[in-house]
């Protein structure tokens, strides 16, 4: 596997193998791998010739006080799993590759990245969507594969890509989840013993309510008493809701379909997302 961290080199390997016909997958990742992206990498690989993984903490993603600093971080590990995931290219860049000095040009996304994490952490998605579209320029990749775990990250990507006529496709892939059901996050590491041991009450209670909006209980009640429970079960919910799943608008009142159930809520100091699909029977 070939190790990158300056533009010329990773535009000299994908420059050779776009002169050669290879297809181009990219994973983006801020690191500190776990099986997740592994699935994102087999699902690269499946999709086209040669892969690159990125590794790069993002901090113009991170709001001042987050945990950027704090954020995990194991290259030597990463390097030796994307080996094994049969990876082969990992592009590192530094910050100053990815934002030298005098960089002043951001991709400002608004439409499904207003509201909830939009909100709840102004400026993120201009960090996402800014950092996303260099990776998708630097590498020429032809598809980019991104986890469902962060579900309004990936219907941002999807916009942003649309919007500027970006010609990659972009693959969304399901949630890897552990065996209590925990989604698959780097930030679970950060879980205090104890509040790991309650996490998986997140996916649960997520269940139990696709569950009840599929058997035409009324979206209001149910959403409010999962509120209540998680809040009684030591969470601080940040947003529990039913949406429309590609533009993340509040699902309509009285209608029949196909939502998605979003969630942020924190243990202790970490900030766990999840997300799974909703029939909802009005
Ligand atoms: O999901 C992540 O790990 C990051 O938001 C991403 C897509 C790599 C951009 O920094």
């Not at 690269?44 to 892969?51: C, I, M, Q, T, W």
């Not at 971080?73 to 030796?80: F, K, T």
């Not at 960090?127 to 962060?150: I, Q």
């Not at 399901?174 to 925990?182: A, N, S």
Request: aromatic share 4%.
């Amino acid at each position: 596997m070939r190790i990158e961290r300056e533009l010329e080199g990773l535009r000299a390997a994908t420059g050779a193998w776009r002169a050669a016909g290879r297809r181009i997958a990219l994973v983006p990742t801020m690191g500190a791998l776990h099986a997740g992206h592994l699935a994102l990498v087999a699902e690269a690989r499946r999709r086209a010739d040669a892969v690159v993984t990125s590794i790069f903490v993002n901090p113009l993603q991170f709001l001042p006080g987050e945990d950027l600093d704090r954020y995990p971080r194991d290259e030597a590990g990463d390097l030796a799993k994307l080996r094994e995931a049969g990876c082969d290219l990992a592009w590192l860049p530094t910050p100053a590759v990815m934002y030298p000095p005098g960089a002043a040009t951001v991709i400002e996304p608004a439409g499904p990245a207003e509201g909830w994490e939009g909100a709840e952490r102004p400026g993120h998605f201009r960090g996402v969507a800014t950092v996303c579209t260099k990776l998708f320029m630097m590498t020429r990749a032809d598809v980019a594969v991104f986890g469902e775990k962060d579900w309004q990250q990936l219907q941002v990507i999807r916009r942003v890509v649309a919007d500027l006529h970006l010609p990659l496709e972009i693959v969304g892939l399901p949630t890897v989840r552990d065996t209590d059901g925990l989604a698959l996050s780097s930030r679970n590491q950060r879980l205090a013993p104890e509040h790991r041991a309650r996490a998986a009450a997140l996916p649960r209670r997520l269940d139990a309510l696709a569950a009840a909006l599929a058997a035409g209980r009324p979206a209001g009640d149910a959403l409010a008493e999962a509120r209540a429970a998680l809040a009684a079960e030591g969470f601080g919910v940040d947003y529990l809701a039913l949406v429309v799943p590609e533009t993340l608008a509040p699902w309509p009142g009285g209608q029949t379909g196909e939502a998605r159930l979003i969630a942020a809520a924190r243990l202790g100091d970490v900030r766990l997302l999840d997300n799974i699909p909703a029939r909802v029977l009005a």
